[in-house]
């Protein structure tokens, strides 16, 4: 029981360390938010769940990027995904939220367990409908192919922008500024 | 100012929007490309060579990515099972070894061993066929017919409608659309799409 209680612990006091490294001059504010990372919570969700989370009537830019633990450009992009979400977190008006296309299974480990390890401090969704891809992903974008990371910005349910590839810093922050 | 700021924005989202609509490639009904590619016994393959062949099921796949390796034993059924009736599978590997590791020549070569892939497994070095095919991800398929010369694009898409249990499949697109050509028939879901692994090209 201590050894697997252990690692755990280890994890837990070490995460504000790290956090503090990485962002240099962060306040202690932020070194809080570090433990809400520790245990993210996954919520596993089928489209008809998925669609209404981002898509209210309440002049909110939704950025909702779609990602898996197995894709290398999706998991590199969102370190990246995170610095602009932190910049714009505390406007009412901008919400981020990801969602994992992993095998649904993998929520409580694998993916649970990336959010935790890349700080992935926003909403997180697995999004678990194999059987329709092929309606829920025109849906999504209509020019979407299926490859991702992809990238969706969305206001009041219309689709402002849908980006199927890696973005970088500052070409999502330009985005984002762009609709807020 | 707030304007030319919008406008700048605009320009800089422009550029990359501009880059994936350059990347569409075949709708179907186009002429697809022949090729000349290194296969995993070190000979050249095109689509010419197959001079008995119907057509193609011309797959873009790879080692690494979790989706095509879920299809490998659905991709060597296709083949067993249409091969002999003139449509042979045609796999390609897109990726860049230099951005994956998992995808050189080298593991293609192992991995072909490992599964026992009756097909050849191309390697588009150089990265020269996919964007012409518009290829996004993998697996990728694009079912050629021969006509005349040409190869027309007759389906784009996914190979079913499920790729983690193939137990549990509703919709065999692939299958069905090759059964559609040899009965001579028009393809009834002509395109799909599902997730894949992006195409790994240096930016």
């Not at chain 1, 450009?73 to 008006?93: A, T």
């Not at chain 2, 979790?66 to 002999?84: C, F, G």
């Not at chain 2, 559609?180 to 879901?189: G, I, Q």
Request: proline share 4%; charged share 25%.
């Amino acid at each position: 029981m201590i050894r697997l209680i252990t690692p755990y612990y280890f994890l837990l006091l070490t995460l504000p360390f790290f956090s503090l490294v990485a962002n240099g001059q962060q306040s202690s504010s932020k070194t809080a938010d570090s433990f809400i990372v520790a245990d993210p919570v996954i919520l596993v969700v089928d489209y008809n769940r998925l669609k209404p989370i981002y898509t209210k009537e309440n002049d909110t830019l939704y950025v909702v990027n779609f990602w898996a633990t197995w894709c290398r450009p999706c998991v590199e992009e969102l370190p990246d995904f995170m610095v602009v979400n932190d910049r714009f977190k505390d406007n009412q008006k901008f919400k981020m939220i990801l969602v994992s296309l992993d095998d649904a299974e993998k929520a409580n480990g694998t993916v649970k367990n990336f959010a935790k390890r890349l700080k992935l401090n926003v909403d997180n969704y697995l999004l678990d409908d194999i059987k329709k891809m092929n309606e829920w992903i025109p849906d999504v974008d209509s020019l979407w192919s299926g490859s991702i990371p992809a990238t969706l910005f969305i206001k009041n349910g219309r689709s402002l922008r849908f980006v199927e590839n890696s973005l970088d810093k500052d070409e999502l922050e330009s985005i984002i500024k762009l609709y807020l | 100012m707030k304007t030319i700021k919008k406008i700048a924005g605009l320009l800089l989202i422009s550029l990359f929007t501009f880059s994936n609509l350059s990347a569409q490639g075949y709708k179907v009904g186009d002429a697809a490309t022949d090729f000349k590619l290194k296969g995993v016994d070190n000979k050249m393959v095109s689509l010419a060579d197959h001079k008995d062949a119907k057509g193609f099921i011309v797959i873009f796949t790879c080692n690494h990515c979790p989706y095509s390796i879920a299809y490998e034993d659905r991709i060597i059924a296709l083949d067993k099972k249409y091969a002999p009736l003139g449509y042979p599978v045609v796999a390609i590997n897109p990726n860049d070894p230099a951005l994956e590791p998992k995808d050189s020549f080298e593991l293609m070569i192992k991995r072909a061993k490992e599964k026992g892939f009756t097909f050849p497994y191309l390697f588009d070095d150089g990265q020269k066929i996919f964007p012409q095919y518009g290829a996004t991800k993998t697996p990728h398929v694009f079912i050629l017919k021969k006509e005349g010369a040409k190869n027309i694009v007759k389906y784009i898409g996914a190979i079913d409608d499920n790729y983690k249990n193939a137990g549990d499949v509703s919709k065999k697109y692939v299958e069905n659309a090759v059964e559609a050509l040899l009965a001579n028939k028009e393809v009834e879901v002509k395109t799909t799409v599902a997730i894949g692994c992006s195409i790994k090209v240096k930016k």
